[in-house]
């Protein structure tokens, strides 16, 4: 059987044609001598002639050179092998955001980078219901996760990296519209369309009506903000949704209220398990997103009808 650091010294001689030459060219301390007597092993092992010296020139034979052409790729690898160990360029990366995706959606630019730099790494982006989120973590099946500050329990940390305020959509000509001082109690009278029930946003809503001691109709639940787009405009209930909801291109129906003075200010960012091992090439996709926050991408449409909102700087 072939021992591997005897294929290593032969692999050595027949790259630098003979052994004085390996003997002062090897990554390791050898003499030539000791160099000859572990091919010459090897030779013994595969009863095989690998080399013969022509006048005082080293020659592979045959065999030599066959086993040299197989042993050129692994050993010529080892060299990038150990730098992309070292920078720990291979590997998996999972990163989610609490549904819908409001942060990473926005921040194209720096999944191409990130890409282009580690061609090695798997990254795989999701998208979860903020509950399924929070166990994920917990499970340490996700490395990044990105949504509504949770609860900090055990070994979950959580760093800010925004804060938005609360919208309410009505259509055009609804009478919410009228009172410059819209109440809880004026929100409740009416029916409500809003996110599904495993999300961050909705049970803070709910919390909050059932604070104020105010019940509330839930005409419509989803986990699409296109659709609450649409209930609205065709009358199937007012909005309550956070400042960084993706506004829809072209003319809309509705207008939009600032009630962050009912609600409260929505604060997102960053939660992960500290536990967790982060490898380098995670820290600088962290690095990444950080930087792209100071140029804003893809985000909704202008600001049609009603009062501005409060925007989230992302």
Known sequence: MMNLRQLEYFYYVAKYEGFTQAA???????????LSIRVKALEESLRLKLYQIVGRRFQLTPSGEYLYQALMPFFESLDSVERD????????????????????????????????????????????????????????EVDLAFGSAPELRGSLSFEEWAEAGY??????????????????????????????GRTADRRHIEDTFSRANAPIEVALETSSYALI???????????????????????????EV??????????????????????????????????SLSSPEGGGGPERGGEKPARASL
């Open 24 to 34: 002062r060219r090897v990554p390791f301390p050898i003499q030539q001598p000791a």
């Open 85 to 140: 160990l070292k920078g720990e360029a291979h590997g998996r990366l999972v990163v989610a955001e609490a549904a819908p995706m409001l942060i990473l959606n926005r921040r194209r630019s720096a999944l191409v980078t990130f890409r282009r730099r580690y061609p090695g790494v798997q990254l795989s982006i999701l998208e979860r219901s903020w509950t399924d989120l929070l166990e994920s973590v917990s499970a340490g």
């Open 167 to 196: 919208l309410l959509l009505c259509p055009a000509r609804h009478p919410l519209l009228r009172n410059p001082e819209i109440s809880l109690a004026d929100l409740a009278a009416h029916p409500l369309v809003l996110l599904e």
């Open 229 to 255: 787009n649409e209930a609205v405009a065709r009358g199937v209930g007012v909005a309550v949704v956070n400042a960084l909801w993706p506004r829809p291109g072209g003319r809309v129906r509705w207008r």
């Open 258 to 291: 600032d009630v962050t003075r009912l609600f409260g200010k929505k604060r997102i960012g960053l939660f992960r398990r500290t536990d967790k091992y982060l490898p380098p090439y995670a820290l600088e996709y962290l690095a990444l997103l950080r930087g």
